[in-house]
């Protein structure tokens, strides 16, 4: 990844992670900078070259940071903004690129903007919220906490007025149709820019401006201030990067990219539901078809494809009859099963199967975007459903087998989050020390995938075509840039499948798999014969000789 | 295991794309262009609505079409897109047309369904005729659940029908299976069905492939087999059978001479089985048996009466050396008075037995046999028919029942005496 490349985010290999559940450098249970600063060599090794942090600003912890209360500091639990800068600094030391989360669309009720706001029908700040005398307004608009929620309007006791939340009731919306509010939101991305981070993940963008008769999603006054952040990001901060986090699918998500001029990223959510969908159905179909659905962005954007994040595993765009099969698949115990989704993280979705985890993490390597590996899923990390809410899949990271895993050496009564203890994925079990001792080990394997798919720039800048293998259990497509191609086979089934794949436009091209450099027959004109491994899946770069 | 020589190299490359499938539905066809389009969607549709996680195939057996059915079987082949909506299955459906290029009949294609099943493991099977044009989406549930469920290996169908439909099946066909075998299955000639791979796979080891007794019975072969072969047999309530047009349709005596050939083959193929079964069992029905629909053509019951005594009268030396005395005498008197014609339950199941013993016994060339029985077959019917012509359908099951009763009735002797043959 060249320094000053502004397209680095495309190249960008992304470790998300909790802050608070990462490493805790002063014994008090939580995690902070300063032990996250200590584990940038970890980082470094597995091979990322980007972090994505979730919130570490001061919140009232309703909802786990994403209810600030404060846009300009760190919360002290996780340092200082020294602290913040020193870590920084580091991870720019080790080309490290760093993503912090910008919630754009509410703020706690403790936000002192919102304590100001709702003290009087006069005071200045009244119009940074959304109020309404009735809870009537925009009817019909959907919930999406349905699990808590009841409705979008909560009554304010203090000021007498319904104000408006898409999210938790104690997470009242902004109100982006006063210019004040987008310039304070512009103000505090100007104050991380010049702290030196890299993007801003942001969070819940579909929602900002609301309208009545309308789904208030994606509405163009919501462009509109997409568009003056990113302007007055580019002017001052050339090379920064916008994410987006717009739970939809992708063509409605399109509209987010612009002509280039809004998000430079966004999360591509159905791919991830439909990878676990199409592996368990041992059918390509679910993939494919989704891979078709998603339109061609501006060239200088890019989606973000992840496996598992810090949220449940949507289902909000299946059928009613593919959410069934998920939940059966994935979620047979209701207590896994979180508003529309399912909280879980990647190996116990995938019952701990070596194989089926490491061919989705060789589909998201391999597909169009730049992949997300969320903590600790590249050691197999379990999770524990009853902590409630998503805490569940944010336990803390599991170091080594010792006193919490490494984690922290506070009391284990003290932690934010127990740590994992059951024998299969306790941090006995599973833990960073541990597999470092084996080149046999998924942390091991992990690495590998990431330097193979690093080692070219094929996987996150090339072109993608579909071949239509005969056998629908198998997915192949051909990646290319430039003069490189790269042929992917993955077997979507758990036993051993043979294809015939129609390479007569490749050929003459001798294909070397990529992990172990083995050669195989030069591309013909008739079919090309390969047989599969359960879940095994082949990357072979063609050369031409 | 099955037969290769049955497969191309270019359908086992299909078969290999394919995989395992959870259910097979086969469609053995020949020239059904007017009506394969609608059954393949008919069959899409009950995959995608009740089993949309299922691995499906739809497997047509085409015996020489020259009318471009095989075409229109894969024209509707589905694509990757097949995973968007909600009434599709989750899954692709997969559609395979195939040519079978060895001897022409639904046998020929039945083996070489049973084999794709046996090859790709199945768990369920499920055979259409695409003469049919009353299949419906929830015909594939009813023949396919019950094996699914494990609580069958066979399926046969069951349909609704009035009093003058199918009466080689309600006079002759079932009343003897039912006697014979010992289980009361109401449609033994099953156009359609649903078995499980090991009945199947079974039915592939038979050495039976290429022979008379699958070249034109297969039907009631298959139906036969699993009965005499301890496979746990299952009935399924469905529509009514609707036929394409009949001019498809073979003439009576050919028909006829099919159908006894099948059954005279059966019973000597499983007389170890049959002959020292007892009573007969019932044999589950899942689903609820709708009204019929009276749609076929009026028989010309005048006509059937007319011929069964002329022929009575002109066949009487020939009936000699078939038929008892008692029995000649009562058939020979109900011949007399064709105007108030009446041939009575057990004077039938005497006949239909006697017949089978000359058959077993080769008094004569079987072909002459079975074409003899016609005239009195056609008695029978045109007897029942105008007993019933006013009665209700409960009246007429009623009378059915009577008629597979008196059959077990005559069973024990007729077993006595074909054991001494």
């Not at chain 1, 079919?527 to 770069?541: C, I, K, M, S």
């Not at chain 2, 497997?59 to 968007?84: C, E, I, Q, Y």
């Not at chain 2, 048996?289 to 009026?298: S, Y």
């Amino acid at each position: 990844m060249s320094a000053d490349d502004p397209l680095w985010y495309k190249d960008a290999v992304i470790y998300q992670l909790h802050v608070k559940t990462f490493f805790d450098s002063d014994g008090d249970g939580v995690g902070d900078f300063r032990g996250l600063t200590s584990r940038l060599d970890y980082l470094e090794s597995l091979g990322v070259n980007t972090i994505w942090l979730l919130p570490t600003f001061p919140s009232p912890f309703r909802d786990d940071g994403y209810d600030i209360a404060d846009y300009y500091s760190i919360h002290p639990m996780y340092g200082t903004l020294e602290d913040f800068k020193a870590f920084l600094a580091a991870a720019h030391e080790r080309k490290l690129r760093v993503v912090t989360e910008l919630v754009l669309n509410h703020t706690s009720d403790r936000h002192p903007w919102f304590q100001e706001a709702r003290s009087s029908r006069d005071n200045p700040r009244r119009d940074w919220y959304v109020w309404s005398d009735t809870d009537d307004k925009y009817r019909g608009v959907r919930i999406i906490f349905l699990d808590t929620e009841t409705s979008n309007w909560a009554w304010d006791p203090v000021s007498k007025q319904y104000y408006w939340h898409r999210f938790f009731s104690h997470q009242p919306d902004l109100n982006y149709d006063n210019p004040a509010v987008r310039e304070e939101m512009w103000q505090v991305m100007k104050f991380w820019a010049e702290l030196g981070v890299d993007g801003f993940r942001v969070d819940a963008v579909p929602y900002l401006v609301e309208r009545e008769g309308t789904t208030c999603e994606g509405m163009p006054e919501t462009h509109e201030v997409i568009k003056f952040l990113r302007a007055q990001l580019d002017r001052h901060f050339p090379g920064r990067m916008l994410l987006a986090e717009a739970n939809q699918v992708p063509e409605l998500v399109r509209p987010y990219f612009g002509d280039g001029d809004e998000f430079h990223m966004a999360f591509h959510f159905p791919l991830m539901t439909r990878m676990f969908m199409a592996i368990r159905l041992e059918d390509r179909g679910p993939l494919t078809d989704i891979i078709r659905r998603t339109p061609a962005l501006p060239d200088n954007c890019q989606w973000a494809v992840f496996l598992r994040n810090h949220d449940e595993l949507t289902l909000e765009m299946v059928t009613p009859e593919e959410r069934e099969f998920m939940y059966d698949e994935y979620a047979r115990d209701p207590v896994a099963r979180l508003n529309l989704g399912i909280r879980r993280r990647l190996a116990p979705l995938l019952e701990g199967d070596r194989r089926r985890v490491e061919l989705m993490n060789g589909l998201l390597m391999s597909l169009p975007g730049s992949p997300i590996v969320y903590y600790g899923d590249e050691i197999g990390m379990g999770d524990n459903v009853y902590l409630g809410d998503r805490n569940g899949v944010r336990t803390p990271m599991q170091w080594s087998g010792g006193w919490n895993g490494g984690f922290s050496s506070a009391d284990p009564e003290r932690l934010a989050f127990a740590v994992i203890s059951n024998p299969v994925y306790g941090y006995q079990a599973v833990n960073v020390l541990a597999q470092e001792r084996s080149s046999h080990t998924l942390l091991n394997w992990m690495r590998r995938l990431i330097r193979v798919r690093r080692s070219t720039k094929v996987f996150s800048r090339g072109s993608l075509t579909l071949l239509d293998a005969p056998n629908q259990r198998v997915i192949a497509y051909v990646r290319a840039f430039e003069k490189e191609q790269v042929l992917v086979v993955n077997n979507l089934s758990g036993t051993v499948q043979a294809v015939e794949l129609d390479l007569s436009s490749l050929a003459g091209a001798i294909p070397v798999e990529m992990f172990g450099q083995s050669l195989f027959p030069r591309i013909g004109t008739q079919p090309y014969l390969l047989t599969l491994g359960p879940h095994a899946f082949y990357w072979f770069r063609l050369r031409r000789l | 295991m099955a037969d290769e020589s049955l497969l191309s190299d270019d359908l086992l490359r299909q078969l290999v794309a394919t995989g395992h499938v959870d259910i097979l539905i086969g469609v053995p066809t020949l020239n059904n262009a007017s009506t394969v389009v609608d059954l393949v969607r008919a069959a899409q549709s009950g995959l995608g609505k009740y089993f949309p996680r299922a691995r499906a195939l739809i497997f047509n057996a085409d015996t020489g079409s020259d009318d471009g059915t095989p075409t229109l079987v894969r024209d509707a082949t589905t694509d990757d897109t097949g995973t968007v909506s909600a009434s599709k299955p989750l899954r692709t459906a997969h559609r395979i047309s195939t040519p079978y290029h060895g001897m022409p009949g639904k046998g020929s294609a039945m083996r070489m369904i049973f084999a794709v099943a046996d090859l790709l493991s199945a768990d369920a099977v499920v055979a259409l005729d695409p003469n049919v044009t009353s299949v419906t989406p929830e015909w594939i549930p009813a023949l396919a659940g019950p094996v699914r469920d494990g609580h069958a290996d066979l399926v046969a169908p069951r349909y609704p029908r009035a009093p003058s439909d199918a009466p080689l099946v309600t006079q002759l066909v079932r009343p003897l299976v039912r006697a014979a075998y010992g289980w009361t299955l109401y449609e033994p000639l099953m156009g359609e069905f649903g078995c499980s791979r090991a009945f199947a796979t079974h039915c592939l080891e038979e050495p039976v492939w290429g022979t008379g007794v699958t070249a034109d019975g297969v039907d009631l072969w298959m139906a036969a087999e699993a009965l005499a072969h301890g496979f746990k047999p299952a009935q399924a309530a469905l529509g009514p059978r609707l036929l394409d047009t009949p001019r498809k349709r073979p003439a009576l005596p050919d028909v006829f001479q099919q159908v006894m050939d099948a059954v005279c083959a059966c019973l000597e193929l499983h007389d170890s089985y049959w002959l020292p079964r007892g009573q007969s069992e019932a044999v589950p029905c899942f689903g609820t048996l709708n009204g019929a629909v009276d749609v076929g053509p009026r028989p010309d019951v005048a006509g059937m009466a007319a011929t069964f005594a002329r022929d009575v009268k002109a066949l009487h030396p020939v009936l000699e050396r078939i038929l008892s005395e008692p029995t000649l005498t009562g058939v020979t008197a109900a011949a007399a008075t064709p105007s108030q014609l009446a041939y009575d339950d057990d004077l039938w199941a005497a006949t239909v037995f006697e017949f089978l013993l000359a058959y077993h016994r080769a008094v004569m060339t079987r072909e002459h046999v079975t074409q003899t029985l016609l005239p009195l077959y056609l008695g029978r019917t045109a007897a029942f028919l105008l007993e019933h012509a006013s009665s209700g359908p409960a009246t007429v099951d009623a009378a059915l029942e009577s008629l597979c009763l008196a059959f077990e009735r005559a069973k024990p002797s007729a077993a006595a005496l074909w054991k001494k043959a």
